[in-house]
């Protein structure tokens, strides 16, 4: 290890002692929210600094297993947003419930060291390693409301299936280590790419382990028929909680698939195509489907998640198809949706911010009468989360289908099923709309009080939502970039 | 030439709503009259537009061009020409004259009400103008959520029903259109060596269409995709079930604009974007097309004469009105194209003024059930004479715009197949039965037991209501006496799409190749 190994993780070392230092202030004045909210957003607001400073000279350290490149960058800043956010978004929730704020935004900087090291993994052991660093907070933010039976529940089947899918994709991952005898990406993909080239069929050990992988990311991203678990944990969670799982762990499933599958198995593509078309076509299909009969507002947010992972997994076809817009689409679409369903979660926490206050529709009704800011900003949420322009998700979700349809083939129609699957949300995100203004309270609430931090946050939250669609551009040359950074 | 007038009428209405978002919530008077003054404003300037605009001078003019997302080649691109500038002209008349006909009706959320207004009218303009078809989308799909918001929250007791239907139907047909709009731009992209540059710019497209053309396969199927976006918008048999029950729930200067501009935007589509870009797959479509069209003309008519619901005869009589539409253009054939963009206005004009007087006694009465009607030219003879007046603009009373439209499609279509032109010519007849029928019951008789119980309610005409329907009745009177004037500002659209087909022929539909 040399000095300039440690200049390449800095950042990652600033996240770890962000979190360290988020306990200590803790430790110090125990029980008040301002010094620890302080230290996080400072300490996240200096590891971005550190991020993009270190994204300007892209380099690899620990012998190739570490890598800085555009995809790291954007990926990093991607996450230290989604975690800032929630750590904005949580405190109006938790402290009424009496939940600690200092140990929540702790835990959370730790699954964002986890997500770091996966974006810049380029070592299938090290990408293992920062799965599960992400994950294991995941499972405890899900159970931390721990004396609500729900929750529990919901943290207990997270965990089990969890673990299960980890281990499913271990064993993938011994396969190929086994065949190709090496656990750098880069050498995995060359001895691939000579298996390729041969043209024989996939040998039964390579194809076992890319089934098992697939698998098990499949369960990480929550693609049907590996979605079983996502309502449960979604539903039982305190709801920015749930907010930071529909896109935490999800966009940092997503960078994984990006450093493995595009990287190192990326040789084998056609191999994995016809798969990942159908768990595209499955998940947009059904996730939508059941969120239609949800009347539930998080559980109904859970499920139209698990329908966002199909719509990215149409970019991941696409480029398996041989497109690389499909991978700027799919980047493009983490972004985008991180904003608009971070902003649509903020809104239902904010909602709930009186102790006893469910997520029902009913919660919505009349909205737009007793606080019509909130209405309005999560009409535009929901919006976005349809695809309607000019909005952020309607950008992202033109660009994914556009490579699906460059791809050609199969990929028209999935295509075509993929706009059919926009339409039919449109049916239950304008359901939440038709609560919001187009009916009476059920019960007449004053309306509340939120912090200057929550509005704040659902400020930025709706600029970007807004901007991305308005001006796609500099990100567009960002993606576009990282997804370079991936394939070259 | 730097001419910004475009997009000034585009985006006035725009900066109408944002300062109506700002002003204070118990004022709703303030929100009335800055949604009237943008809305006025926007209508002066696309009168400016109008009197600068050249009918001999080809191709789009005011034509205001900026990069927008450049990776993809799609720009701000927006112009005009003769079809786009009567419709633009007929957007900012209507949108002005449905806010002053909101002024009474509308007493709840004022504010939000307005400011829906005031943005779908930049969606409909935007729709009219924009040049790149990327554009072009964007503005289509801002154009369905202030509708949506219009009829779900100011519409009456099934609003929440119409107002998804609507919703699902435009939604479904539109994101298959932008599948294939990404096809199209793709397909040129491909064929100019992987360059994006121009990929979505109508023109080059356009220009692309008319010598090498698109594959028969694309034009197919982006025909269809496009076809299916603005045949719901139409809305031609079979998509137009959304219709009625939008407009029964719609409020009455929702349904004016509905019927008065949202239906044009699928009758603009056609001319401006599917036939031009696939003139080969328009040619084979289009006997199937014509059929739909003459279904739409005779079942609209007859569904229309058994309504009993006087708001739900009129939607009826829109999908029969439409039908002409349609099978003007598609009979590719100059008289018909004259006659469609005429009766696009015409129905326009004269719809929305009967949506209004629908409205007028719904006010006073709130009921629409023709059964429960009768004797009220006694009651209020104005009102009554109003009504008779663009009763006949409707059916087609020579000297009244109505019948231009009508009978130039007719004539077009009788070049075409007089077979054809026999069935449509049924129409007229039935649209007499129904309009006169209804006029007969609403208006002659003795005053119905359900009138008498309103005693002084029941009032004649307003001044405001009547100012609402004079610029109308004056357009019609006008257009009906001299049709030239539209005429003459289309020749060039009318000539473009026409040459444009020339070449075109149809494709085997089972040996395309």
């Not at chain 1, 009080?449 to 990100?475: E, K, Y």
């Not at chain 2, 900026?66 to 701000?76: E, K, L, N, R, V």
């Not at chain 2, 008319?210 to 982006?222: E, I, V």
Request: net charge neutral.
């Amino acid at each position: 290890m040399s000095w300039q190994d440690v200049a390449i993780v800095g950042p990652l070392v600033g996240a770890i002692l962000v979190a360290i230092a988020i306990l200590l202030v803790d430790l110090v004045v125990p029980g008040r929210r301002g010094p620890a909210l302080t230290v996080a957003l400072l300490g996240l607001g200096l590891v971005a600094v550190l991020t993009a400073l270190a994204g300007r000279t892209p380099g690899q350290a620990f012998g190739g297993a570490y890598t800085v490149d555009a995809l790291t960058t954007f990926l990093d800043l991607l996450f230290i947003s989604i975690v800032g956010l929630t750590i904005v978004f949580a405190p109006d929730y938790l402290e009424p419930r009496d939940l600690p704020i200092a140990e929540f935004a702790a835990v959370l900087v730790f699954a964002l060291t986890g997500a770091m090291l996966i974006a810049a993994s380029t070592d299938l052991l090290v990408l293992f390693l920062g799965l599960e660093l992400m994950v294991l907070p995941g499972y405890l933010l899900a159970g931390f409301a721990k004396r609500d039976s729900l929750s529990t529940e919901g943290a207990i089947k997270y965990f089990l299936l969890g673990s299960f899918s980890s281990a499913i994709f271990l064993f993938g991952l011994a396969y190929v280590w086994g065949i190709t005898g090496t656990t750098r990406v880069a050498e995995v993909a060359a001895e691939l790419a000579r298996v390729a080239a041969g043209g024989a069929a996939l040998q039964p050990g390579l194809a076992l382990g890319l089934a098992f992988m697939t698998t098990g990311v499949a369960f990480k991203i929550a693609a049907v028929p590996f979605h079983y678990w996502t309502p449960d944990a979604y539903q039982g969670s305190p709801t920015p909680i749930t907010g930071y799982l529909s896109v935490g762990p999800k966009v940092g499933a997503f960078a994984l698939i990006l450093r493995l599958f595009v990287g190192a198995l990326g040789p084998l593509r056609a191999d994995w195509l016809d798969v990942i078309i159908v768990l595209a076509a499955l998940t947009m299909t059904l996730g939508n489907l059941v969120a239609l009969t949800q009347g539930n507002v998080k559980r109904m947010l859970a499920y139209s998640s698990i329908a966002h992972t199909g719509y990215m997994l149409v970019g991941l076809a696409a480029y398996a198809g041989g497109r690389q817009e499909g991978l700027q689409g799919l980047l493009y679409y983490g972004a985008a949706y991180t904003f608009m369903n971070l902003g649509a979660f903020a809104v239902v926490a904010a909602l709930q911010h009186r102790p006893g206050v469910t997520s029902a529709l009913e919660t919505f009704a009349g909205l737009g009468r007793r606080e019509p800011l909130l209405g309005i900003l999560m009409t535009l949420f929901l919006l976005s989360l349809t695809g309607i322009p000019p909005t952020a998700g309607f950008f992202a979700k033109a660009y994914v289908i556009l490579a699906a349809v460059q791809a050609g083939g199969a990929l028209s129609v999935l295509a075509v099923i993929a706009v059919l699957n926009a339409a039919a949300a449109a049916f239950y995100y304008l359901r939440v709309v038709v609560y919001m203004f187009m009916r009476e309270p059920v019960a007449e609430t004053e309306p509340q009080r939120h912090s200057s931090l929550v509005w704040a946050g659902l400020w930025a939250t709706t600029v970007l939502t807004i901007v991305l669609g308005l001006v796609p551009g500099p990100l567009l040359s960002v993606v576009t970039d990282a997804a370079k950074a991936l394939t070259s | 030439m730097l001419d910004h007038t475009v997009s000034l009428v585009t985006f006035v209405p725009l900066v109408g709503a944002i300062v109506i978002a700002f002003l204070p919530r118990e004022r709703p008077d303030l929100a009335r009259a800055t949604a009237l003054v943008a809305a006025l404003v926007a209508w002066l300037f696309s009168l400016g537009l109008l009197v600068g605009f050249l009918p001999t001078h080809p191709g789009f003019q005011a034509v205001e061009v900026a990069d927008w997302i450049p990776a993809f080649g799609i720009q701000y691109k927006v112009g005009v020409d003769g079809l786009s500038v009567v419709l633009v002209v007929l957007t900012t008349t209507l949108t002005w004259i449905s806010i002053l006909a909101s002024f009474g009706p509308i007493r709840e959320r004022v504010k939000e009400y307005m400011v829906s207004f005031l943005i779908l009218e930049v969606g409909m303009i935007g729709v009219f103008v924009a040049l790149d078809l990327f554009l072009f989308y964007i503005f289509w799909e801002v154009v369905l959520v202030p509708m949506y918001l219009i009829i779900g929250i100011w519409g009456g007791a099934n609003r929440i029903y119409a107002t998804i239907k609507f919703v699902l139907y435009t939604l479904v047909g539109s994101l298959l259109m932008l599948v294939a709009i990404l096809a199209t731009a793709f397909a040129f992209q491909d064929a100019h060596g992987g360059q994006w540059a121009g990929a979505f710019d109508f023109e080059q497209l356009r220009t692309f269409a008319g010598t090498t053309g698109f594959a028969n396969g694309l034009q197919l199927a982006a025909f269809l995709a496009f076809f299916l976006a603005f045949a719901i918008k139409v809305p031609m048999f079979p998509f137009h079930t959304w219709l009625p029950d939008a407009h029964v729930e719609a409020p009455t200067a929702g349904s004016v604009i509905l019927a008065g501009i949202l239906l044009k935007l699928g009758a603009y589509g056609f001319i401006r974007f599917a036939i031009p870009l696939f003139p080969d797959a328009a040619k084979t479509y289009a006997p199937a097309i014509i059929v739909l069209s003459l279904i739409a003309l005779i079942y609209g008519a007859i569904v229309a004469l058994v309504q009993p619901d006087l708001k739900k005869l009129v939607a009826y009589s829109s999908v029969s009105h439409m039908g002409f539409v349609t099978l003007g253009i598609f009979i590719f054939q100059q008289q018909g194209l004259y006659g469609a963009i005429l009766q696009m206005v015409n129905h326009g004009l004269i719809t929305g003024a009967l949506f209004l007087l629908v409205g007028v006694v719904y006010e006073r009465t709130h009921d629409r059930t023709i059964a429960r009607m009768g004797g009220l030219s006694a009651r209020t003879p104005v009102y009554a004479a109003t009504f008779g007046f663009f009763m006949l603009a409707s059916l087609g009373l020579p000297g009244l715009s109505g019948f231009v439209g009508e009978f130039l499609v007719l004539v077009g279509t009788f070049a075409y197949n007089p077979v054809v032109a026999g069935i449509a010519t049924l129409t007229m007849i039935f649209a007499a039965g129904y309009l006169l029928w209804m006029y007969q019951r609403l208006f002659f008789g003795d005053l119905s037991e359900f009138l008498c119980g309103l005693g002084a309610h029941l009032t004649d005409i307003r001044p405001v209501e009547t100012l609402t329907l004079v610029p109308l009745a004056t357009l019609v009177v006008v257009f009906g006496l001299f049709p030239g004037l539209i005429l003459h500002l289309v020749d060039g659209t009318v000539t473009s799409v026409l040459s444009g087909l020339q070449r075109a022929t149809a494709i085997n539909l089972f040996f395309w190749q």
